[in-house]
């Protein structure tokens, strides 16, 4: 894959049109007669129709396909607080990838607070606009805060995409790699360096998955997360070890799983030697560097699964390959939230899609790469064409049987085709929108 420069990354986002989302109309507006249609008087005629019935936004209007995609630009990632103005391109990116990977529409809105009661209150009102609300790059604690209220005021999809996004993915991975090295779950060392809104969600997963708190081991910037530390919040507390087991390097040795999501450089190729001896898991996340390389990890433990939030090494964990499908699962089922079993068949279904045989289209855009099963492959690739038709669905259906689907879906397979359809009908379109810009 080629490097990609400073201008390269400028040039695509100013040109030829400035910025990476346009909105188009999705009817015709070119006759008198579509003109009384798509606005007055044609118009009141879908306002009465939701007047009398609310539910019939989602027939009359885009609200059922239509996210909001919201920051206030505290905790950008790899960039740190750089405000509202500087996150916007970082939150078009987004709504670039829920059209491509789910055919899902978005208005990215800046806020310009750190008020988390602010922010809180400004989200709440919008809810007659969305069908759900995808928070990103708000910094912790008040991300925890913030998704919290929304989620008790809002009846719609409330998720913080920078917590449950890694969580979901590396989720999946440790339920593989586990099963790789045959071991349990409840057995597992697992060390994590980042207490921030994706380390505490990653630890809320794990432990719910079968990780016990005893065997996880948190760090922060000041070391070790333990009782004794006068300085924790609550939502770090919930993960505090009873005392100080020493540095990361001595806490490392004999762990099962390694997750970074902090700096570059951080691991050690003798720590990673001196991991578990059976398949040790290194999930080295921070971006655009890892805390280790992909080949000094090797190095260090050749038997290790390895992973990075780099596109071009194995077993990459990148949020899209999670969060698409998950709105798209909770909006065709008009959830009222993305609830923990939501995002479990999201984990369950991304572990199983990884012992599938790989389609030759994804090898193929992959160079012909083959992907197997096992230390290398141990999560699908984002690019993965099967995962809207895999995730979506078993997410509806987790919404459907915990009871927060308000329109279930009959036919789950019909909805699996119905899907594929949808996505490349979609392509169909944006192809045509960007390609009209080069003409």
């Known amino acids: 894959m080629k490097k990609t420069s400073s201008q390269d990354a400028l040039l695509y986002h100013a040109r030829p049109r400035p910025g990476k989302l346009e909105v188009l109309p999705s009817k015709s507006c070119s006759?008198?007669?579509?003109?009384?249609?798509?606005?007055?008087?044609?118009?009141?005629?879908?306002?009465?129709?939701?007047?009398?019935?609310?539910?019939?936004?989602?027939?009359?209007?885009?609200?059922?396909?239509?996210?909001?995609?919201?920051?206030n630009g505290t905790a950008v990632l790899g960039l740190g607080n750089i405000g509202p103005s500087a996150s916007k391109p970082v939150m078009e990116g987004k709504g670039v990838l829920f059209k491509a990977f789910a055919d899902i529409d978005v208005f990215d809105l800046e806020l310009d607070t750190t008020d988390a009661d602010a922010f809180i209150q400004s989200v709440t009102l919008l809810e007659p606009t969305f069908g759900g609300i995808n928070l990103e790059d708000i910094k912790a604690p008040e991300c925890f805060y913030i998704e919290e209220q929304l989620k008790g005021r809002m009846k719609i999809p409330v998720f913080h995409d920078d917590?449950?996004?890694?969580?979901?993915?590396?989720?999946?991975?440790?339920i593989n790699a586990a099963d790789i090295a045959g071991k349990k779950l409840a057995d597992m060392k697992v060390v994590i360096v980042g207490a921030g809104a994706a380390g505490i969600a990653c630890a809320k997963l794990y432990t719910a998955l079968g990780v016990t708190?005893?065997?996880?081991?948190?760090?922060?910037?000041?070391?070790?997360?333990?009782?004794?530390?006068?300085?924790?919040?609550?939502?770090?507390?919930?993960?505090?070890?009873?005392?100080?087991?020493?540095?990361?390097?001595?806490?490392?040795?004999?762990?099962?799983?390694?997750?970074?999501?902090?700096?570059?450089?951080?691991?050690?190729?003798?720590?990673?030697?001196?991991?578990?001896?059976?398949?040790?898991?290194?999930?080295?996340?921070?971006?655009?560097?890892?805390?280790?390389?992909?080949?000094?990890?090797?190095?260090?433990?050749?038997?290790?699964?390895?992973?990075?939030?780099?596109?071009?090494?194995?077993n990459q964990v990148n949020n899209v390959s999670g969060f698409p499908f998950i709105f798209?699962?909770?909006?065709?089922?008009?959830?009222?939230?993305i609830n923990e079993e939501m995002k479990m068949a999201a984990v369950f279904a991304l572990a199983a899609l990884a012992k599938e045989p790989v389609p030759a289209e994804l090898k193929n855009l992959y160079g012909n790469e083959s992907f197997q099963y096992g230390l290398d492959y141990v999560i699908p690739k984002p690019l993965d064409p099967r995962l809207l038709a895999v995730v979506a669905p078993a997410v509806a259906r987790a919404a459907m049987d915990s009871g927060v689907a308000r329109n279930p879906i009959s036919d789950m397979r019909a909805y699996a085709a119905s899907l594929q359809e949808r996505i490349c009908a979609a392509h169909e379109r944006i192809g045509s929108v960007v390609s009209s810009y080069t003409k």
């Not at 917590?163 to 440790?174: C, D, F, R, Y």
């Open 31 to 71: 006759t008198p007669n579509d003109l009384a249609l798509a606005y007055s008087p044609g118009v009141a005629e879908a306002c009465r129709a939701i007047y009398a019935d609310a539910s019939l936004s989602g027939t009359y209007t885009n609200k059922a396909n239509l996210v909001g995609v919201i920051t």
């Open 163 to 174: 917590q449950h996004g890694t969580a979901v993915i590396s989720g999946a991975a440790l």
């Open 213 to 314: 708190v005893e065997n996880l081991f948190m760090f922060d910037s000041k070391g070790l997360i333990h009782k004794q530390r006068s300085d924790l919040n609550r939502y770090k507390t919930e993960f505090a070890q009873e005392k100080n087991a020493g540095s990361l390097e001595e806490v490392l040795k004999g762990a099962d799983m390694f997750l970074g999501l902090s700096s570059k450089d951080l691991l050690t190729p003798e720590m990673v030697k001196n991991m578990h001896p059976n398949t040790p898991v290194v999930l080295a996340c921070a971006n655009p560097d890892p805390e280790i390389s992909y080949e000094l990890a090797k190095e260090a433990r050749p038997d290790c699964i390895m992973g990075t939030g780099r596109s071009d090494y194995p």
């Open 328 to 337: 798209r699962g909770a909006l065709d089922t008009a959830a009222t939230q």
